[in-house]
């Protein structure tokens, strides 16, 4: 491994002062080993470290640089607004915007704005409970809501990666009207709403889920889920925190729900809607979002809720997130993917390459669809380690787990491509001989 210097002063600091060295657990590197890298900055497609080397960048905060970093027109976007203050706590224009930009490419009615995706799913199930008078939420092993306390049962995303099978600071009582059912699976679905149907508040899921790697629901999968939701009087939550803005100009309801004439519920948002600062939003059917404080009686609250910066952000990337943008990250995902395949392949390293829109992730030593969270977990995880840090070597920055999706941008272009092709072969022999 090249020697990182700066970051490893850096991660001892960190080490001393906050748990792990690190806000948030998969930054930590510890599925793949090695010190984490502290980032610097970041320009369209690239970061740089504090040692100064440069990577092309494949995670993309998580999903939320559709544009890619330190877009111009964003930045000058944000530095109008922070020259007029940067909080009020009360209503402001750019929120507004936001909000009205968000109803016009999604299936929402009406949106609250709040400041993480947790946060969103959380409020979200509130909404549900208080709308239904129900307890019981219906969810799929490995997808990742947040941390929200009732959603930490067989999650995805970092909870995988650790391996914790829920955590431990969750009372059994808390997840008792969890039930977690596996993904595309409608057998399941049936079962558990013949069993519960009446005492079932929501279901929710992700759009696609993104975070036990990519795996799509079957066609018709999210269609079924509404209908069997609006059949038993629960509420249908359809997670786009990933997808929403990212996979189409409407998120993953502009693959299915618009296409086939369904919507769901109520939608959760996060990610690209902020660009970059920490926004995000649930929203729906407005005789459900109307039951929300002040107008009903389901409380839900934030200090820097719709905040100005955050909104501007948020709306400027929105704006700038144009069909001909859409066009240009689903054709360097599709090239990026076949790459990736050829150079496997080329190693004779068993795979599988699945996407959802321009998400995409890689499945290690399995051949067959991944279809739900056992499948997934079947994967050779310890081949990407050895990947991972052969691209990490050659400048091109993964997300640290083989169980995260991989992001592009639109600012993705043939130099960051090529960076990735010259880094594949050797990489690609790393994954074989692991
Ligand atoms: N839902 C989904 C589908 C997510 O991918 C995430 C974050 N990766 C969340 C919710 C939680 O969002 P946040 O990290 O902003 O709380």
Redesign the pocket.
């Known amino acids: 491994m090249t020697p990182t210097p700066a970051s490893q002063k850096l991660f001892d600091r960190a080490l001393a002062v906050s748990p792990g060295g690190v806000n948030s657990p998969v930054r930590a590197f510890r599925a793949v080993g090695g010190t984490p890298i502290f980032m610097k900055s970041g320009s369209g497609a690239w970061l740089t470290d504090v040692d100064g080397k440069t990577y092309v960048d494949l995670v993309g905060s998580?999903?939320p640089m559709l544009l890619g970093h330190a877009h111009p027109e964003v930045l000058a976007a944000v530095d109008s607004a922070v020259a007029l203050g940067t909080s009020f706590g009360t209503p402001s224009e750019p929120e507004v915007l936001l909000a009205e930009e968000i109803v016009a490419r999604t299936s929402v009615d009406s949106v609250r704005l709040v400041s993480?995706?947790?946060?969103a799913?959380m409020s979200a199930i509130r909404l549900a409970r208080g709308f239904t008078g129900r307890d019981k939420i219906v969810k799929f092993a490995g997808c990742?809501?947040?941390?929200v306390d009732a959603l930490l049962a067989e999650a995805g995303?970092g909870v995988v990666t650790l391996g914790i099978p829920g955590t431990p600071g969750v009372p059994a009582h808390v997840t008792a009207d969890t039930i977690v059912l596996p993904f595309n699976d409608r057998a399941a679905v049936e079962a558990a709403f013949a069993e519960y149907g009446a005492e079932i508040a929501c279901l929710i899921t992700?759009a696609a889920p993104?975070?036990m790697g990519v795996v799509p629901p079957a066609p018709g999968f999210n269609a079924f889920l509404s209908e069997i939701c609006t059949a038993n009087g629960a509420l249908f939550i359809s997670?786009e925190?990933?997808t929403g803005f990212r996979v189409t100009s409407a998120g993953h309801w502009g693959v299915d729900g618009k296409v086939e004439g369904w919507s769901p519920d109520l939608v959760?948002f996060?990610?690209v809607m902020g660009g970059g600062f920490p926004a995000?939003a649930f929203g729906g059917r407005a005789d459900v979002m109307n039951l929300l404080a002040p107008v009903g009686p389901v409380y839900q609250a934030g200090t820097l809720s719709g905040n100005p910066i955050a909104t501007t952000a948020g709306l400027a990337t929105l704006k700038l997130a144009t069909p001909d943008s859409y066009g240009r990250l689903d054709a360097t995902s599709a090239e990026l993917q076949r790459l990736v395949g050829e150079a496997l392949t080329a190693e004779g390293v068993e795979h599988i390459v699945q996407n959802a829109g321009n998400m995409f992730s890689v499945f290690w030593g399995v051949t067959d669809r991944v279809a739900n969270f056992a499948d997934a977990q079947e994967q050779e995880a310890w081949r990407y380690k050895a990947f991972f840090h052969a691209m990490l070597d050659a400048g091109v920055y993964l997300p640290p787990s083989a169980f995260e999706c991989w992001f592009v941008s639109a600012a993705h272009d043939a130099e960051a491509l090529s960076r990735i092709a010259e880094a594949l072969p050797s990489a690609a022999r790393a994954a074989a001989r692991a």
């Open positions: 998580w999903g993480s995706g947790t946060e799913t990742y809501h947040g941390h995303s992700e993104g975070n997670d925190v990933m959760t996060g990610k995000a």
